[in-house]
């Protein structure tokens, strides 16, 4: 049976005995898509009262970290169980007028993405919160001789949550972002990438297997050798073939603590040098790169006579850039650490003289970003627009984007401190089966780089906005072939660019999947200008 829109309210939204179906009616009918449909009574059911309408649940969802962009859905399903989403794809999938539906994780989207203007979000920490005990429920840490060790994962789990709980058995991912209260779904539907890329591959090259809602309201496991159309087509796809409502998830076992370095740089091409070599040879687990520019704020990884250095030789410079490795150990071999790093650096034969060294447990390592988060929440800067573009970059062209964009536009600007991060990406543990696009250069590596930056009282998100687009029209111009991570376009003919060769591929698991473009409408791949 096909339902209306406005059945689909009823099915899983129930009207409180006070209200009267006059106040409803008007409610509805001043909803432009449901005008001049006949309403159905309110059924006699108390369980569904899980789409949500309230003032608060439709200003979350029709926001999100970017602040940039404001799109008010229908309502908010807050599912009590996979089943309620399940059901509410099949009656849009069913219904002779579809709504679209997005899966909202944690809302760190920058431009919308995870929104649906006139359709259904659905919240998917609602399931978490359901839990029993309103804790790690939705992750199961399991192994085989086979699989070796793995975690089954709800897609609503936050990745800070997957590490708490794989510590509790002496295992962790392998490979994660830097913030970690992103959802597990959020993610895999994007890559998942971090210094760890280069050495374990980014989160997508790291499940086993998953289950997902199609758009057709089909729920289906899927792996590399069962349903591999679909796994491959999820994972990067943009939230565009299917929700992810369960992850299997590569374990390792996890060692105790870390030894962290940053080595600051003033010279560009010694900077790159140092850290393709780093990511070229065994011995490092996270590789990474930034900018520190004049005005940048105090690194706290810094004591503060280092910070007054660095600081003053900025000033002095303009712009330096900051190589920032990690190399994992145990307890056992604590005595035996600094003997083996300092062979390491032999080897590569790092250039700088600025080395600066912390010690640290692999937990407060992952979790880093959660630190500065707090600050800036209390200094009420962390709800402020994010005008981010993230970008890779081929590896052949680094050096003129760095003087092109960088020192040109970044540096002299000054618009604001970033963060701004700059790190290459080994190529091999890239699946080209999967949906994510990257550089398509015949090289061995190429470069992320995340331009993070921040409106304030002082700048105008549309300021930093103009920078981004002449930092594009650059690229475009200098013929750099970039691809946008976390891509934001607007015209199809943008997306079949970005997608490249796998936009036939991406277009008919498309038609196969989602035929009636219900799930994701806010990245707007297939309902653009």
């Keep these: 049976m096909a339902y209306s829109k406005v059945e689909i309210i009823h099915k899983y939204f129930v009207v409180p005995f006070m209200i009267n179906i006059l106040m409803f009616m008007t409610l509805v009918s001043s909803r ?47 599912p009590l169980s996979v089943s309620d989403i399940v059901r509410l794809v099949n009656n849009s999938y069913t219904s002779s007028s579809p709504f679209a539906i997005s899966a909202r994780g944690n809302g760190h989207s920058v431009r919308g993405q995870a929104m649906a203007k006139d359709g259904v979000v659905v919240d998917m920490s609602s399931l ?19 699989l070796g060790f793995y975690a089954d994962v709800g897609g609503e789990q936050l990745w800070i949550d997957v590490l708490q709980a794989t510590l509790l058995h002496g295992l962790a991912p392998v490979s994660w972002t830097d913030y970690l209260y992103l959802t597990v779904g959020g993610t895999l539907s994007n890559a998942g990438i971090s210094g760890q890329t280069s050495f374990h591959g980014p989160q997508v090259s790291n499940v086993l297997e998953m289950d997902v809602i ?68 065994d011995g490092f687990d996270y590789v990474e790169g930034s900018l520190i ?24 410079k303009g712009i ?37 060294t912390k010690d640290a447990t692999l937990f407060d390592f992952l979790n880093r970003v959660r630190d500065e988060e707090i600050l800036l929440q ?83 998100p549309s300021v930093i906005d103009n920078q981004n687009n002449r930092i594009l029209e650059f690229c475009n111009k200098a013929g750099m072939n970039i691809k946008q991570y ?3 376009y607007t015209k199809k003919e943008e997306w079949m660019k970005h997608f490249g060769a796998k936009w036939s591929v991406f277009k008919e698991m498309k038609d196969k999947f989602d035929p009636k473009m219900i799930l994701s409408p806010g990245q707007r791949i297939f309902n653009s200008d």
């Design 32 to 78: 432009p898509l449901l005008t001049n449909i006949k309403l159905s009574s309110p059924p006699n059911r108390t369980t569904e009262n899980n789409l949500c309408t309230d003032t608060l649940c439709m200003k979350t969802a029709s926001s999100d970290y970017g602040k940039l962009t404001q799109e008010l859905p229908f309502g908010v399903l807050q």
């Design 128 to 146: 978490n919160k359901n839990n029993n005990n309103n804790s790690n429920t939705g992750i199961r840490v399991s192994g085989n001789s086979s």
């Design 214 to 281: 199609t758009g057709k309201g089909d729920l289906i496991t899927c792996s590399k050798d069962m349903n591999s159309d679909l796994f491959y087509a999820v994972l990067g796809g943009l939230g565009q073939f299917g929700i992810i409502t369960r992850a299997r998830i590569v374990l390792d076992k996890a060692p105790n603590r870390v030894k962290w370095f940053k080595i600051i740089y003033d010279d560009f091409a010694k900077f790159t040098k140092d850290q393709e070599r780093l990511i070229s040879v």
């Design 293 to 316: 520019l004049k005005n940048s704020p105090a690194d706290n990884f810094f004591s503060p006579s280092n910070e007054s250095v660095i600081s003053s030789l900025a000033s002095e």
């Design 320 to 356: 330096l850039y900051c190589l920032e490795a990690v190399k994992y150990y145990n307890d056992q071999i604590i005595n035996t650490i600094d003997e083996e790093l300092q062979v390491i650096f032999k080897v590569v034969n790092i250039n700088s003289g600025l080395i600066f």
């Design 378 to 460: 209390s200094l009420g800067l962390w709800e402020v627009p994010h005008p981010w573009l993230n970008l890779f970059v081929p590896r052949s062209r680094i050096s003129d984007f760095n003087q092109g964009v960088l020192v040109d536009i970044i540096s002299k600007e000054s618009l604001t401190t970033g963060p701004f991060l700059i790190y290459p990406i080994n190529r091999k543990g890239w699946d080209a089966r999967m949906s994510v696009a990257i550089p398509e250069e015949d090289d061995n590596m190429f470069y992320t780089v995340a331009l993070l930056n921040s409106a304030g009282p002082t700048v105008d």
């Design 486 to 488: 976390l891509p934001h």
